[in-house]
């Protein structure tokens, strides 16, 4: 108790401000935004509405499996499946990773 009262009165200091966070930098982020908004256009429905459900959403596989009406072990492959081929689709698509 004490240690994490400690915790919550200590000073929040402010993050340093990173070089290279200006226009140029906000133009490279739509781009690849961009990029990968095509790739996941270009998935099946099903494995496209998982992974946007599950990363955009916030809901975990088992949550996706109830609210689709879909078995669990359906919601784990489609993910699997749509993220290999999203991958592909990246990489054909000139995406670089961070």
């Known amino acids: 108790m004490r240690r994490e009262e400690r915790r919550?009165?200590?000073p929040v200091e402010p993050l340093p401000e990173t070089?290279?966070?200006?226009?140029?930098?906000?133009?490279?982020?739509?781009?690849?935004?961009?990029?990968?908004?095509?790739a996941?256009?270009?998935l099946p429905p099903e494995q496209r509405e998982a992974i946007e459900l599950a990363?955009?959403?916030?809901?975990?596989?088992?949550?996706?499996?109830?609210?689709?009406d879909?078995?669990?072990g359906t919601?784990?492959?489609r993910m699997f499946t749509g993220l290999q081929r999203l991958r592909?689709?990246?990489v054909e698509?000139?995406?670089?990773?961070?």
């Open 55 to 68: 990363y955009y959403g916030g809901l975990t596989q088992s949550e996706l499996a109830a609210r689709l």
């Open 8 to 10: 919550r009165t200590l």
């Open 19 to 38: 070089p290279g966070s200006g226009p140029d930098e906000e133009v490279v982020t739509r781009a690849r935004a961009e990029i990968v908004r095509d």
């Open 93 to 98: 698509s000139g995406y670089e990773p961070v």
């Open 70 to 72: 879909q078995p669990l």
């Open 88 to 90: 592909v689709l990246l």
């Open 75 to 77: 919601i784990k492959s």
């Open 40 to 42: 996941l256009r270009r």
